[in-house]
C-alpha cells in the first residue's frame, strides 16, 4: 500500500497528529559555534550557527532524538529539518551546494526516528513529511521600498531551488512533501510547479502534498496580501491532500481561520499553531494543557483533521494535544468527495 493510501486511510480513521517546532527543540540544546561546524566544516570560511538544517550532518544524533521525542510523544507524522534547505536560503552560509546532500540526510535521519520507533511499537504507522520553507526571498514583495517593481529572485530561480529540495527528500525516503509557512502564495507555487515537474521528469510515484498557509495578523490575510479563500483557490490546482495553517498565531489567533478553512476546504483541514504570542523576549509562555484546549475546540466544532504544534511548541505540547484528540472523530471531508 503506497504512503497516500496509508495516510487517507488513518486520516478516515482518526485525527491525525503531526509533530512540534524543530527549532525550539535545538535552541534546548544551547550549541555553539562549534557544534555546527563539527569536523566536516571546522574550517568554513563563514560562521554557520543558527543554519539548523546543517545539524542533518554535522550532529544528526540530536535531530533525531528530537524526532523520536515527538514520534514518542504521539505524532503521527514528523517534519525533516529542512525549512530552509534550499540554494537561496542557504546562501546566507555560502553552503548552496549542499542543499540537495541536506535534503537526503534530514529525510534519512528521520527515517531512522521512525525505525527506531518502531522497533519499541512495532506495526506502528508513522510518516516523514519533506519540509519545504518559504524561503528568504519573495516572489510578490519588493524588497526596496523605492522601488515597489523590483524582485530579488524570479520564479525560475525558486522552482529550480525547490526542484533540487524536493529531490533530495524523495532520494532519502520522504513519504509526504509538506509545502509550508506560506506567505508569499507565489512562491508557494513555484513549489507546486517543482513538485509536479519532479515526478513529471523521473516518472516516481507522486507523494501526497501537504499545503499550510500563514496568516500573518488579524486581517485575516497572509502577507502577499490574499485573503484565506483566495489563497485556497490559488493552490487547489495542487490536489493537495489537505490545506491548513501553521506559525505566526497562537490556536486562540487561529480559531476564526481554521474555521473559515474548514467551511471551504474540499481536502483534509490541518492546523498546527504557535505555542500562543511570542513575549517581549522572543519566547512562548503558553502551556502545552492550555494549547490543547484551545485545539479541542477546533476538534469539538468538527474543524481539523491534521493537527499539531509550530513555534514554541515541545514533545510536551504534542503529547497532550495527541491525548486531548482521542476525544474527538475527525472532520468529514465534503460528501461529493467523500463518496
Not at 12 to 32: N, P, S, W, Y
Request: glycine residues 8%.
Amino acid at each position: 500500500m503506497s504512503a497516500e493510501k496509508k495516510l487517507r486511510k488513518l486520516l478516515e480513521e482518526r485525527i491525525v497528529i503531526i509533530d512540534g517546532a524543530m527549532g525550539t527543540m535545538i535552541q534546548r540544546h544551547k550549541l555553539e559555534e562549534a557544534d555546527y561546524r563539527g569536523e566536516r566544516f571546522k574550517d568554513w570560511h563563514k560562521d554557520i550557527k543558527g543554519n539548523n538544517d546543517v545539524l542533518c550532518i554535522t550532529q544528526p544524533q540530536i535531530v533525531r532524538g528530537i524526532h523520536k521525542a515527538y514520534l514518542d510523544a504521539g505524532a503521527d507524522i514528523i517534519e525533516t529539518n529542512t525549512f530552509n534547505a534550499q540554494v537561496i536560503s542557504l546562501a546566507d552560509y555560502d553552503m548552496q551546494s549542499l542543499a540537495y546532500e541536506l535534503n537526503v540526510a534530514a529525510a534519512k535521519v528521520a527515517k531512522e526516528a521512525i525505525d527506531e520507533y518502531r522497533a519499541e511499537h512495532p506495526g506502528a504507522q508513522k510518516f516523514v513529511a519533506g519540509a519545504i520553507g518559504p524561503m528568504n526571498k519573495t516572489l510578490s514583495l519588493s524588497p526596496d521600498v523605492n522601488n515597489p517593481g523590483y524582485r530579488a529572485v524570479t520564479f525560475d530561480e525558486v522552482a529550480d531551488a525547490y526542484y533540487e529540495q524536493i529531490s533530495g527528500l524523495v532520494d532519502g525516503g520522504a513519504d509526504i512533501l509538506i509545502v509550508e509557512t506560506i506567505f508569499d502564495t507565489l512562491n508557494a507555487k513555484a513549489a507546486i510547479y517543482a513538485i509536479n515537474k519532479y515526478f513529471r521528469d523521473t516518472k516516481k510515484e507522486k507523494l501526497p502534498i501537504m499545503i499550510s498557509g500563514t496568516i500573518t495578523d488579524a486581517s485575516g490575510r497572509t502577507l502577499s496580501g490574499q485573503t484565506l479563500e483566495a489563497f485556497y483557490i490559488s493552490v487547489m490546482h495542487a490536489n493537495p491532500i489537505s490545506i491548513g495553517l501553521n506559525c505566526a498565531l497562537g490556536a486562540r489567533e487561529m480559531r476564526p481561520h481554521v474555521e473559515e478553512l474548514s467551511q471551504i476546504a474540499s481536502c483534509y483541514v490541518s492546523a498546527y499553531p504557535n505555542a500562543g504570542l511570542p513575549n517581549a523576549m522572543g519566547e512562548y509562555d503558553e502551556t502545552a494543557n492550555e494549547t490543547a484546549i484551545i485545539i479541542s475546540e477546533f476538534a469539538r466544532e468538527g474543524w481539523v483533521n491534521i493537527v499539531g504544534g509550530c513555534c514554541g511548541t515541545t514533545p510536551d505540547h504534542i503529547r497532550a494535544i495527541a491525548g486531548a484528540m482521542k476525544n474527538y472523530e475527525p472532520r468529514s471531508l465534503p460528501e461529493m468527495l467523500s463518496a
